[in-house]
């Protein structure tokens, strides 16, 4: 049963048409993470949320932003999409950000396109 | 944050023992040592962690040795499936969280 599950896992939007990404999980994990993935590039982490509370990576454009609900979902909105943002977006979920409860579980991930 | 090294790709034949080393040279009293696996497409899946001397599990080996500042992965007689993408990841970004993944080892597998 999948643990980590991401909808849609392809999305075409347009360029500048706010889209929003969505995560579920089902263990109850107090991190969730999102990472952008380009073409034979390693994931490069956006932000995550250990339960509510917010981490934003230094370098993440402000045209994105995250909203975790509750312990089970967290939504990635690209609030004015480029063509450089269409890449394979991943989100992670773990027990704890150190330590050995490190273990992070991905979803399948959303490819998104921008035309 | 220790910055990782990794050979940027690795060719193997099936059945073989690969053994990719990561160098870490900067590594911190307090960090351990994970290992992913990432096929096209598909999210990184974990493969093993550890802190220090050896750890095995069902999948792979960790080789760490006493001054930490490398570790080596080990697959024992891999399979065309264990084409992938392998990463190394050690230590805290800024924000406290390990989950910063270095470049990578591409390992391709072949009959």
């Known amino acids: 049963d999948a643990m980590v599950i991401q909808n849609p896992r392809y999305q075409v939007t347009q360029f500048g048409k706010p889209v929003t990404l969505s995560c579920s999980q089902t263990l109850n994990h107090n991190v969730m993470y999102w990472y952008q993935q380009k073409s034979s590039q390693a994931p490069k982490l956006l932000f995550h949320y250990y339960d509510k509370d917010f981490n934003n990576e230094a370098d993440t454009p402000d045209n994105f932003q995250s909203r975790r609900p509750n312990t089970s979902f967290c939504f990635l909105d690209i609030r004015s999409p480029g063509l450089g943002d269409a890449a394979m977006y991943l989100c992670?979920?773990?027990?704890?950000?150190?330590?050995?409860?490190?273990?992070?579980?991905f979803g399948q991930g959303t490819r998104l396109t921008v035309v | 944050l220790a910055k990782t090294t990794q050979p940027i790709s690795m060719d193997s034949y099936e059945g073989q023992e690969v053994n990719i080393t990561c160098s870490h040279n900067n590594i911190a009293t307090n960090d351990y040592i994970t290992w992913y696996q990432q096929f096209p497409s598909q999210g990184p899946r974990f493969i093993i962690q550890?802190?220090?001397t050896k750890v095995t599990n069902e999948v792979a080996s960790l080789f760490i040795p006493a001054d930490r500042k490398s570790s080596t992965l080990s697959l024992p007689r891999v399979s065309l499936s264990d084409t992938a993408v392998y990463y190394c990841?050690?230590?805290?970004?800024?924000?406290?969280?390990?989950?910063?993944f270095g470049g990578g080892t591409r390992l391709m597998v072949k009959p």
């Open positions: 990841l050690v230590g805290f970004n800024n924000a406290g969280n390990m989950l910063t």
């Open positions: 992670a979920t773990s027990r704890e950000t150190t330590g050995l409860n490190t273990e992070a579980f």
């Open positions: 550890g802190y220090k």
